[in-house]
């Protein structure tokens, strides 16, 4: 009698694991919308900061792009049954991951060498906002790099195939949302400073 009540439990999580995950998402959009919105608001009113982006975010911006690849061909590989091979892109967008946390922390790095801070008495709206900003998206990064050490792990003790693969899914899904979302915030900042 215990199959039934699990398989009915399996049936309704997968049923509803991708709503949530694009509620979260939907949330995460009012979020960053809402801050992008305060930041033109803030602009218009004067005494902004116009400074050069540093190359390390230009940088992160091309390892995230190539990491949305990475995961694409984690999931085709999946698709087709070779996990062995998925599980190889999984752990290079893994990478690729750590790589863009690295590349925006040697970003602010430099920012600060050019006076630029998130607080103190030398802040100014526009290195706080944008300081704000890039780190919210990568404590977001975190909760995806999380997702993509599990995926790496189901995929090598082969819990994913062709027909089942909805964990991986959805953190293909999370993982390219976070891309656009850089994308997004790399293009809105670039213009609101130059």
Not at 64 to 91: D, E, P, Q
Not at 96 to 112: E, P
């Amino acid at each position: 009698m215990s199959t039934p009540i699990i398989n009915e439990k399996e049936s309704i999580r997968k049923k509803t694991a991708m709503p949530m995950l694009v509620l979260g998402i939907g949330s995460m959009v009012m979020l960053f919308a809402g801050l992008t919105s305060a930041i033109v608001v803030r602009h218009a009113e004067g005494n902004w900061l116009k400074f050069d982006m540093p190359i390390s975010f230009y940088i992160s911006t091309a390892v995230i792009l190539l990491s949305s690849l990475t995961m694409n061909n984690a999931v085709s590989f999946t698709k087709k049954g070779n996990t062995k091979k998925a599980t190889v892109f999984i752990i290079a967008t893994f990478v690729f991951g750590i790589s863009f946390a690295c590349w925006q922390i040697s970003g602010w790095s430099n920012l600060n060498s050019q006076n630029i801070y998130f607080t103190g008495r030398t802040a100014n709206a526009a290195g706080s906002f944008f300081f704000m900003l890039t780190w919210l998206h990568l404590m977001h990064m975190v909760g995806g790099l999380i997702s993509l050490l599990v995926s790496a792990y189901n995929s090598s003790k082969n819990k994913y195939s062709a027909q089942n693969y909805l964990g991986l899914k959805l953190t293909a899904v999370f993982w390219h949302f976070l891309g656009v979302l850089w994308v997004y915030l790399f293009l809105f900042l670039n213009y609101m400073n130059g």
